[in-house]
């Protein structure tokens, strides 16, 4: 008797634990329209650049670091210096070699993606903005001697992917040399 008591107990536990197992119902869900986190397209969109900055004025140069290896100096534009909300800072950036020569180009960084773009250079009289040399976002190249956009990006642009505040923060923190790496107590 007790050994029939003991398997009637063990069926019911058993029909009870196969009741509580859940197994998926069917559904009309169409699971060929998953696709994975890397392969969504992004719904991200530039902001216009209708208008271009007025010409730097020597004035309103901030100089910034880029390398001890070359001998080229480095100035951003503060006027031209603005955040958009597409996450894109845009500057005027000012390159000059030992000689005097002036490289002088409107450019953009992106932060989420750690690209740069150009959008214009300064034209060959020197009076006025070329934006035929415009260029598509590129990947900011770190190894470059002269890479002043991962510089900008990593010392004052950007982030976490996004920019650092408004231009105003940006800004004080260029003409303070509060780099993101002096800032880390």
């Known amino acids: 008797m007790k050994a029939l008591a003991l398997v009637v107990a063990c069926v019911a536990t058993g029909a009870l634990l196969a009741g509580c197992s859940s197994t998926p119902k069917p559904t009309n869900k169409d699971d060929s329209a998953f696709t994975y986190l890397f392969d969504r397209t992004s719904n991200w969109k530039e902001n216009n650049v209708d208008t271009l900055p007025s010409l730097p004025l020597a004035s309103n140069l901030i100089p910034f670091d880029v390398s001890g290896n070359t001998p080229l100096t480095f100035a951003v534009d503060a006027k031209s210096l603005s955040v958009g909300n597409d996450g894109v800072v845009r500057y005027t950036v000012v390159v000059t070699s030992p000689s005097g020569a002036h490289n002088v180009n409107y450019e953009g960084i992106r932060c989420d993606t750690y690209e740069w773009r150009q959008y214009a250079a300064l034209n060959a009289d020197h009076d006025g903005w070329d934006s035929t040399v415009a260029t598509p976002f590129a990947r900011i190249e770190d ?18 992917k996004a920019p650092t505040g408004a231009a105003k923060l940006i800004l004080e923190n260029m003409r303070y040399k509060k780099t993101a790496a002096s800032q880390i107590r």
Not at 145 to 160: E, P
């Open 143 to 160: 190894s470059a001697l002269n890479g002043y956009q991962a510089s900008l990006y990593q010392d004052y642009f950007c982030a976490n």
